[in-house]
Structure formats: structure tokens, C-alpha cells
């Protein structure tokens, strides 16, 4: 079965350059879910659309945005790359918006900021 | 005070063993609960949805208590597949957010 794909799957990138991860969800899931996951941490919630609308917005610094466009994939953009910003970055997809849709993640963006 | 707290671990069995880990929550009017299995370096992946009292899929159970505010999971007869970082999730009572345990770790041992 399909799976969520993230591109790239690695990245390096200096301080202060910009980044943009990008989520193609299961096909027929309208819900994208972007999560951080430090070293020996649990995944961070950052931010989350469902239907091309931003449904709810956690940790995410100033710094990054995301868009959910009209084929359901996303766009994560980080911009002024901070070192601590070295993480990987998951996306998650759902076939629909609520607490009861079950979220597929995608293998993950591995973003390295030197 | 995190939303979600797991017992970090590690945990290491014999295989065959029966082991099980718990979960705690904070926010009393979520409803939604899930456990997830993270590998190294890879993305967590749906090991169980937990509604209503539990849940059971072949020897892996899950348990609800919602008047301690706890999931529990259980896994019987180990095998050295099931070592792995287990990953308790819990959905906010706006149904937006899930929230994240640390994790626990386990080591399945020959």
C-alpha cells in the first residue's frame, strides 16, 4: 500500500540558509500533521492541515511556515536555520480531521544544520 | 507537567517473556490513544488504537483506565523483532493535537 513520502530524506544546510521539506500524504488522506524529533526525544507536534487549511499550530518557531496545497501535499519552509534546528522531521498523514483518524508517518527528513 | 508520561526504561527480557509498559496522562477529557513502535533512526509506526476499555491484537494487548488516566501495553511471549522504542500517544480533547510520550525502551535478549 501507498505510503507518505518526504523529500529529501537527508539535508545539509548552514546556519542562517533557508530549507523546505516536502509531504505527499496517502492518497485520499486530506490531513498533514509535521512533527520535530530531536536526539532522544519524542516527536515535537509543529503544525497540521486538513483541507488545505491550517488546523492547528504547536511548537513551531516564528522562523519555519507550511501550506497544505490543493493536491493534499505539504510544504515545510525553515528559514535563518538555526544549529538547534538539527533535527528530523516527520510528517504524518490522516484520512480525515479529529482525534479518532489513526496518523501514518512518512520515513522522515533527517535535516543536519552546520 | 507533560501532557504524556512513559517510563523511559530500558527494558530488557528474555525472549518469551511477558512485559508491559504504561503510559499517564494529564488532560481527562481525551479520548483517543495509540501506540506506536519507533525502530532506530525511523519513523514511529501504528502498533494499536485504543477505545473504549482495551484492545487486542494477537499478543499484543492494550488497556484503558480512564479513571487512573492510564494505557497500558502488553506484550506476550517476546520475540527479538519486538525490540523497539514504544511510543504512547494520546489525542487532545479538540481532537487537533496528539501528544507524545518519551517513549520506552525495550531490548529483547536470546
Known amino acids: 500500500a501507498a505510503g507518505v513520502i518526504q523529500s529529501p530524506r537527508h539535508l545539509i544546510k548552514e546556519k542562517r540558509e533557508t530549507a523546505t521539506l516536502k509531504c505527499y500524504p496517502i492518497?485520499?488522506?486530506?490531513?498533514v500533521y509535521w512533527y520535530q524529533q530531536g536526539p532522544g526525544q519524542d516527536p515535537q507536534f509543529l503544525i497540521s492541515?486538513?483541507?488545505?487549511?491550517?488546523?492547528d499550530k504547536g511548537s513551531i518557531p516564528d522562523r519555519f511556515s507550511a501550506q497544505q496545497f490543493s493536491d493534499y501535499h505539504s510544504e515545510l519552509n525553515m528559514s535563518s536555520l538555526e544549529l538547534g534546528d538539527s533535527a528530523l522531521y516527520f510528517c504524518?498523514?490522516?484520512?480525515?480531521?479529529?482525534?479518532?483518524?489513526?496518523?501514518?508517518f512518512g520515513p522522515g527528513t533527517r535535516l543536519t544544520v552546520t | 507537567r507533560k501532557e504524556v508520561e512513559q517510563d523511559p526504561g530500558p527494558f530488557n527480557v528474555p525472549e518469551g517473556a511477558t512485559v508491559a509498559f504504561n503510559c499517564t496522562y494529564s488532560?481527562?477529557?481525551?479520548?483517543?490513544f495509540f501506540w506506536y513502535r519507533q525502530d532506530c533512526r525511523k519513523e514511529p509506526k501504528l502498533l494499536m488504537s485504543?477505545?473504549?476499555s482495551g484492545n487486542e491484537d494477537g499478543r499484543f494487548t492494550a488497556q484503558l483506565n480512564r479513571a487512573s488516566q492510564y494505557i497500558s501495553l502488553l506484550i506476550r511471549d517476546s520475540k527479538l523483532s519486538d525490540s523497539a522504542t514504544y511510543l504512547c500517544?494520546?489525542?487532545?480533547?479538540?481532537?487537533?493535537?496528539?501528544?507524545f510520550g518519551t517513549g520506552t525502551s525495550l531490548t529483547v535478549i536470546p
Open positions: 485504543v477505545y473504549s
Open positions: 492518497p485520499r488522506h486530506d490531513t
Open positions: 500517544v494520546v489525542g487532545s480533547d479538540t481532537g487537533n493535537q496528539f501528544y
Open positions: 488532560n481527562s477529557a481525551s479520548q483517543s
Open positions: 504524518a498523514s490522516s484520512s480525515g480531521l479529529g482525534e479518532y483518524y489513526e496518523q501514518y
Open positions: 492541515f486538513y483541507e488545505k487549511m491550517q488546523s
